[in-house]
C-alpha cells in the first residue's frame, strides 16, 4: 500500500495500485505481527456511463425517468439536486440498462450519485444534468374571453401554475 490510514481498532484503510489484491501484514509493537490474506481491490464505479433524461424542460415537480446505460451490478445509483438533496431512491444496477423516476423541484445542475455496494465510498458522474422548470402563467385579458360586457359567466376552475388547479 503507498498508504494507510488506521479508521479503528479493526479497520484499515489502504490506497493501493489498480488491480492489487492479496493479503495484509500488520506490526504492532504492543501486539506483535499478524497477516491475513484475502483481501480484494474494490476499484471505484464508473462515473462516465451514458445517461438520458425523458426530458429537460418540465413543469415544476413533473416526473422525470433517468435512464442510465451499461450500469454496475455492484453499484447503487441516486440523483441529487444543486443543494445536495436527494431527489430519488438509490436503485442497484443490473449490469444493463436502468431506468429509474424523480421530479425536479428547481432549475438548476444534477448529478448522479454512485456508490458501490462492497464499499461506503461514493462518487457523482462526471457530468451533470441541467433542468430548465416552465415558469408558466396566464391571465385573462378581456378582448381574448367571448362574453359581451357586463355578461355573466363563471370560472369553473383556476390555476396557480400550469400544474395545479382548484
Do not use: M
Not at 493501493?16 to 506490526?27: E, L
Amino acid at each position: 500500500a503507498s498508504t494507510f490510514t488506521v479508521i479503528n481498532d479493526s479497520t484499515l484503510k489502504a490506497t493501493v495500485g489498480n488491480g492489487a489484491s492479496g493479503s495484509i501484514s500488520i506490526y504492532s509493537y504492543t501486539n506483535g505481527t499478524g497477516s491475513l490474506d484475502g483481501f480484494t481491490y474494490l476499484p471505484p464505479p464508473n462515473t462516465n456511463l451514458k445517461v438520458t433524461v425523458s426530458t429537460n424542460i418540465i413543469c415544476k415537480n413533473a416526473p422525470v425517468t433517468f435512464t442510465i446505460y451499461n450500469t454496475q451490478s455492484t453499484a447503487v445509483y441516486s440523483v441529487w439536486d444543486s443543494n445536495y438533496n436527494k431527489i430519488t431512491k438509490p436503485v442497484q444496477g443490473n449490469g444493463g440498462t436502468l431506468n429509474f423516476v424523480g421530479t425536479i423541484p428547481h432549475n438548476g445542475n444534477y448529478k448522479i450519485e454512485v456508490s458501490n455496494i462492497n464499499s461506503n465510498y461514493t462518487y457523482f458522474f462526471d457530468s451533470a444534468i441541467v433542468f430548465k422548470l416552465e415558469n408558466t402563467k396566464s391571465s385573462f385579458v378581456t378582448s381574448k374571453v367571448n362574453v359581451l360586457q357586463n355578461e355573466t359567466f363563471n370560472i369553473a376552475a383556476t390555476s396557480r401554475d400550469a400544474q395545479t388547479f382548484e
